[in-house]
């Protein structure tokens, strides 16, 4: 067998293209699961790491299509989003079901934890009674074994009537045979999509649908008919993909409602019948055996979320995560600095060699080069740092255990718990939280938690705390890391007071219940996750930084360079905004230096480094004799520093988080409100801190 990789389609960046076949050799396969079965990994096994990723059209719901080779074909494998149902009560439910109802898929691999199998088995008999080509694909079968659950293949195949392969996707055992059968199948006609028997009632009313289905859709008319019945949205959900008339669509449309009052109970006993197919399949073909690895699973589970040992192991382990960041990032960032400002006198030597005026050879040596040294040597290590290690907090499953958690503070909050996840998300990239709200099904609670989640610093903000932090008040070291885990607690409580706020306001409703699955704690493949996140994570937040931070460069260097009565434009911006700085504690070189970190947080000390020093260039740290005297001697103390400190974590987003806001949010009102709410909550934070400082005489 031969694997490869390739992008599928067209528009990479909207991901709105629909999938198509190249070739007429082509195969689209669908690839469903549930959540935490190891579908994606199975994706990425099948497939390589150079996939194709976007939305689906019309839905904020991600997407991932690859490809592999294998016999002289191709095959388009779409990665569907993990969902336990077809039974379209979210957007992920609909697209799956839509996507394998309605794409013209050759064939659906369903993925399957092999150690739960009658949960599991919920969505491969709804999708059976779609299709008959379908294989099921036992995953985690290692894990499964490990826990002592064997199942009877053969059995489980004979009564699916549909191939069942056996794989640990994790360690690339099966993949042979899952394509191998894959592409048998897809050769074959496929068996007779599986007839689920229902209640009396509800039979009564699929047979009249039926009638009035047949031949009008590309679904079996049962299937279609389930789709109806199952689905809020009623005919609309069919109305795309319907043949028949608009007078024949009318006519089922008066059969739904007349069964208005009984359309719940219909739905209920449709689920309750697949869970009992689900049962009775699995009778006589799971075996357990007594498994020390279960018990011992619990007993670590009891201890991660414990009323008592859950919270204060969370803290711990995110202030080991910082102390590492800290320590592991300030070698490679001096490299890195050494690197650029060499290469910053390589660049400047090259533009005088070919007579570059001198204007655009400043502008682009100390404005746009600078800033983008500046960037990539403060941002890219701790990220190459972090980003691992908050990846491998996530596939060893710990991640599920926060939100487990928080889940009840969330709900507190009337906020949703997944939010918790989406939260953990921005402490790498804010922008990449918000991306992350599309789990939350609920819209009003997915815009809390677009509104509040730049509550939390990310990677662009933490050099900030970092430095403040151990030039004021901790020193470096553990003191540090436990100082900045304190403020991290902090950025929490602001987002849990933010989302109350805004749950009683602006969105004002009650929370919605979640299913949220601790999925079992697994041994993580560090070289892999490592690989994964440094491409997927940390590169392409880089990449976004840098875009935005060389066009930030050149404003900044006109700013400073640009004279008005004697003084720089700098100058005067941090003349106007000097009152209200001062009644938060600070100064107006201080806020303009966070203006001016709109593109990238990262420039934000070198700013004020530079006004402070009255320089036209950024100033770099490793330059300065003593940033503390620097900063001390124009006012600087404990309280300034601690305002400041406050003030990172609650001011507006950076410039990619706004646009993504607004293309999550599709509203210019909401972007503004997520600019406007955590920078009015830290002014008024710092406002009042300065205030009782003052009054109390403490850190004048």
Known sequence: MGLSSASIGRGAASGD???????????????????????????NALTGMNQHTGNWPGKTVASARGSMHFADREYILVDLPGTYSLLAHSAEEEIARDFICFADADAAVIVCDASMLERNLNLVLQVLEITGRALICLNLADEAARRGIHIDREALEARLSCPVVTTSARDKKGLDTLTCRLDALCDSEGSAPRRIQYGSETEELLAILEAKLDGK????????AVMLLTDERGVDALSPHFRGSESELAEIGAILASFADKMDAVADDIARSVSREAASICRGIVRREKSSVTALDRRIDAILTGKITGFPIMLLLLALVFWITIKGANYPSELLRGFFTAAEGWLDTGLVSVGCPDFLRELTVYGAFRVLGWVVAVMLPPM????PLFTLLEDLGYL???????????????ACGKQALTMCMGFGCNAAGVVGCRIIDSPRERMIAILTNNFVPCNGRLPILVSIIALFIAGSGIASALTLTFFIILGIVFTLIASRLLSATLLRGMPSSFTLELPPIRRPKVWDTIVRSVFDRTLSVLGRAVTAAVPAGCILWLASNLQIGGASLIAHIAAALDPIGRFMGMDGVILTAFLF??????????VMLMIYSSGRQLVDIAMTESVFELLAANGWSTLTAVCVLLF?????????????????????LWTAAAVLLPTLMGMLCCALTAAAARMLGIGV
């Open 400 to 414: 599920p255990r926060v939100a487990f958690n928080l889940d009840r503070c969330f709900k507190g909050c009337h």
């Open 648 to 668: 990172t974590l609650m001011h507006w987003p950076c410039a990619t988080t706004v646009m993504t806001i607004k293309k999550e949010s599709g509203s210019l």
């Open 217 to 224: 859709c590309a679904v079996p008319p049962r299937a279609a």
């Open 597 to 606: 970190g709109l593109p990238a947080n990262e420039i934000v000390i070198p």
């Open 17 to 43: 293209d629909i999938v198509r076949r190249r070739s007429e050799t082509d195969r689209i396969i669908a690839l469903a699961g549930n959540p935490n079965v190891g579908k994606s990994t199975l994706f």
């Open 384 to 387: 190459a740092i972090f980003f």
